[in-house]
């Protein structure tokens, strides 16, 4: 095997960890956005814990993070939730980067 051909492998396999770390921490952004919202709806204990599935699962609906935006759009917007589109969003973005640190922290310990 040539240096090339290792280099390639080697680029190819980070650009697999990358991927599969990236899905593990949209999907952990996602369950702890639903716990996050589930605080507003008023659901605790295994109330919150299955909505913040339901919040995990809605990502699988189309490519992007629109359709989890909204599906907790959805359910915030008729409980009378003062939390606005963009705090919303705000909030998407700060746990993305907090669920990336969780799973960079696993990875090192």
């Known amino acids: ?13 980070k650009f697999a960890r990358d991927q599969e770390s990236e899905f593990k921490a949209n999907a952990r952004r996602n369950k702890l956005l639903g716990l996050w919202a589930a605080e507003f709806l008023g659901l605790t204990g295994s109330d919150a814990d299955a909505y913040a599935l339901e919040v995990v ?3 699988f609906d189309r490519p992007g ?3 989890v935006f909204e599906k907790v759009w959805a359910d915030l917007s008729p409980a009378n ?3 606005s589109e963009h705090r919303l969003r705000r909030q998407m973005e700060d746990l993305l980067e907090e669920a990336r640190e969780q799973i960079d922290n696993e990875g090192a310990a």
């Open 1 to 13: 095997m040539t240096s090339f051909d290792k280099r390639k492998k080697a680029h190819e396999a």
């Open 57 to 59: 699962k809605s990502d």
């Open 65 to 67: 993070d629109e359709d």
């Open 81 to 83: 939730v003062d939390v």
